[in-house]
């Protein structure tokens, strides 16, 4: 019986998912791996939003039908788009779902067998939980208890929520069930960059390429903030990754933008370090579009953004959050003050990304992908990557100049992996772009 209510639960997500697409994908041929990977982003993204926003009228039993029709709803408007979209040819494809199907049985039984910790049952299993025991909704006292200020009260619910859901369909709490969401993230990573590789390179070979890059990172895998530990983290790198697709095809092809608006909205909602992902996007959104004349576009395209940043700042406001103290003022006293630290942090962010254990060779990789990209004026479309990886690279080592941690080093080593792993994505498309031409396997449009 809870097989097919979490069924019912992925079910709904997966429908809601492919009505939310039908409406944001641009006209042209999409291949159905493209569609399933947004159906499970887009999805987890509306399921999660729709929770938060309804589950103040509406509760329990009720909240799920309400969501579930809606969802239904959507799932039928993209069914009906699905079926006049002719598809684009990727070959291989019956080999990536079968490659893929095992990759994801894989995933799934490491998960069932990763206990959630840290993070996975502080942060998020914890919201969880109160939301399911709550009819949907997470108590308004939780954010404002300043005895919960060391469980970050102020971290968005995307990944709680999505969590919520599975429980309220299966009528209670079941960590077993839920950890499954590490294959509809995983699922939902390997789609869009099989289908984004593919459609912007013209070689689905290369999409393959990212894809077993991808599932042999362990960072990406079975690392703290992994698919398999169901931390935010993970999910935060799926959404950036499509984002940054997204982007890289507007900026080619004028095409994909509102894609990439309601992608880069996700971002702050999956986590607060998903607003320095959006603000660097936001600046290459700026220049792209004031380069290719169409500055009219930014404004429409960050709305999505502004929206959640500001709905959340103001619910926050609300409720009386207390809030946690992860970091000083930013200021530039209080850089100057601490500008000791500097070679501190640039010596670990060094070793980071030399850390094979975690990373194999992706970073060395993406320079050498930087370099040859920058040269190759067939690989103009990528140059933006190596602006957005280098800006992310410096703001996320340089915030740790104003960490309240007591310990420093502590502070680096618990969280800069993690933070490096959505910087990773668009890494990972670098070097797939980067790599020689093999074979002539092209992707019919």
Known sequence: MNLLLFLFAELGVWAAGLGVAALLLPARPVSRVEWMGLALVLGSGGISLALFALSWAVQGGALVAVVAVASGALGMFGIARWRKVRPVALPGGAWFAAVLAALLLVVGWQAGNHPLAADGLFNFEIRAQLAALHGGRVPPAFFSDPARVWMHPNYPLFLPLNQAWIYLCLGGPNQGWAQLLSVHFAAGAACLLFSGVARLTGDAWRGGLAVGMLFLMPAAMNSPGGAISLWADFPLAVIFLGAVIYLVEFEAAGSGLGVFAVLLGLLPWVKREGLVLAGVLVMALLWITWRRGKIRQFP????????????????????????????????????????????????????????WQRWCLLWPLTLVAVIRIARDPALARWRLIAPVVGSLLALYSGIYIFSAWPSLALHV?????????????????????????????????
């Open 300 to 355: 429409a395209a960050i709305a999505p953004l502004a929206i959640v940043v500001l709905g959340w700042k103001i619910f926050l406001g609300l409720v009386h959050v207390s809030a946690d103290r992860d970091f000083l003022p930013v200021s530039l006293s209080v850089a100057f003050g601490h500008a000791d630290r500097l070679p501190f942090v640039v010596t670990a962010l060094a070793r980071e990304l030399f850390a």
């Open 413 to 445: 080593v618990t969280s800069l992996p993690r933070l490096l792993l959505p910087v990773a994505m668009p890494a990972l498309l670098a070097v797939a772009a980067a790599v020689p031409r093999w074979g002539t396997d092209k992707v019919t449009k």
